[in-house]
């Protein structure tokens, strides 16, 4: 079977009905075939300890990038939310960013090469951006210093305040290229033995050139994460999407051959994440509190762009400063900016990045499982490992330790027909670069009585080759109504693939359900036919599946994020824009941006601001506190009503009932 996306075929089905779709969801069995599992991976999960685990004291972000503009591009609105909110914002930027020297403007496409100027004027830019955001003057002057680490490394870093929020810029500026002409840190992070000079940029306090090898860049990542012990990581995309780019495409869209994303930023993630693995597991008294966010980059060109105008118009804004222009009188003797980004060129710009925000591990934070007094149990991700959060007064206690580490940020649950739950995640189980072992599997946590739980069980990789498994996508449960558990994952192919647990606990293998090509976000649901079905969003189309195999659902418009399903009804919003669709029904008035979560007659998503909302009979309330929430809210629906709840920046987890609090 095909899987080249195409535009729906409006004359042979015609726009279904998502009532017609569910009752007649038929099966493509021919696409269906049984894959191995992954090769054994090298670590064990961690175990669950079932002791408390630690708790932040205050919030801190901070976000790790590869070249300067990588966050302004790929983490806002994110970011901007949480900074507005008071969050204390730190940000490591690895790469000098000089690239070729060359600081290109529209009136003049090739400037004299001066990488220690370019590098220089960038570093302005950004400290013109963040001081807008902060709602200072553009020309604001910052604390500029040198930063001295216990392992012995130096960084530059600047500083500003305003009304009690902070915002910290660390350069640690290695070169973007090595002296044999390969790129710098995507050779650091596969070559053994190589060492990477910094870059010394015009202006800057610290003068001096340093060396890093592999290990110094994660010691020195990990002695950032233990100086400001962030409770949020904002991190790149370590495992970026296959693409079928012909070379000089990706060649002129700084692509790295066959994966959608510019190998700095898969090289800095990976780095990232090593370091967080080894803060980890140095950590005395068990690992802290914080929680990741990894942020797709060149993959916004290559899918539907979510954000709205009003979100969109924001976050280009923020770009201009940054970009600024040759005429301003920053004070900068090297440049007051990276000229080829300023004015309206992010909204021109042919690649797009700007007009999107997509995550690596999209879905919500927490997995939300109603209990039988009506109270739920809601189980999320913190330090890596996977927690139990449960609900005691209308609030959540402090949270179990699950083990499971190190977990990407995003898990699912199932409950078993006799009330047992079961915990799933996409655990990356070796990140080590230097030729070494980079794999993924998809592990579960069963419960074996109110309190106590199993030790975690690999459920391997539904891709045998390891670089293709590294590709996969969170997984995404169900309970059918015969008792078996439905496990669903986005494949390196991006069609989706499964495994399903019989009754009595044992497990198929691994089958290719075919289709797609669709983004992560999986929506697996039970229709009013009383039969699974698995909604994702494509090119140009809602992608449907049973268990047997795709069965299309052509004519229905275009979706921008995840799919919420309810009964007989779809509902999401479609590219650039802040409605929200239903196809088959009345309209639904529920302004705002990225995916809905739906259950019952509920819909619940953010709104132009980022606020949590929630829609009802025609009625749109919000909590009494506006929380920032990463990745967006769950909603569970039970005999209290709905519960919604999410996760905020000060790694905590919030929870509202809209039925108990005025909106």
Known sequence: MSRAGG?????RRGILTVGAALAGAGALSACSRVTPSTPPHTTAPSPATGRPAAQAERALQMQVLAHPDDDLYFMNPDTQHSLAAGTPLVCVYVTAGEAHGQNKSPSDRNPRPDKAAYSSARHQGLRQSYATQLGLPVFTRWDNGVLRLPNGFQAEVSTLEHQGRRVELIHLDLSMHTPFGHMGVPALWRERGLLLRTLVPAGSPLRTVQTYDYDSLVDTLVALFERYRPTLVHTLDPDPDIQLSDRITAIRDSEQIGYSDHADHTAVASFTWAALIRWTERSKGGPPAFATTAFRGYYNNHWPKNLPPKVLTEKAAHLVPYGAAPDWDCGNPSGCGDYNVGGDRPLTNRKGWVRATHYRYPGPRLALQQNPDGAVTAYGVLGLRAVRYDEKDGAFGAPVDLGGGPLAPVLSSAALPDGRHLVFGLRLAAVEGRNGSNVREIVVLEQRGPRKYGSWTGLGN????????????VPVTVTAPDGRVHLFVRNADQGISTRVRATNGTWTAWRDLGGGPVQDGLTAVIGPDRQVHVYAPGHYTVHHWTPEGPDPLTGLPTPADAIAAAGDRLYYRPPASDRLLSPGGPAVHFPGYGPVVAAGPYLVGTDLAGRI??????????????????NGPSLTVGRRG???????PDARPWLWRPTQTPA
Request: net charge neutral; hydrophobic share 30%; aromatic share 2%.
């Open 7 to 11: 535009r729906p075929d409006l004359s």
């Open 462 to 473: 539904p891709e045998a080759d390891p670089d293709r498994g590294r590709r996969i996508g």
């Open 613 to 630: 909302q929630m829609h009802h009979e025609g009625r749109i309330s919000h909590p009494a506190t506006a929380p920032v929430t990463l």
């Open 642 to 648: 709905p519960t919604i709840a999410g996760f905020s």
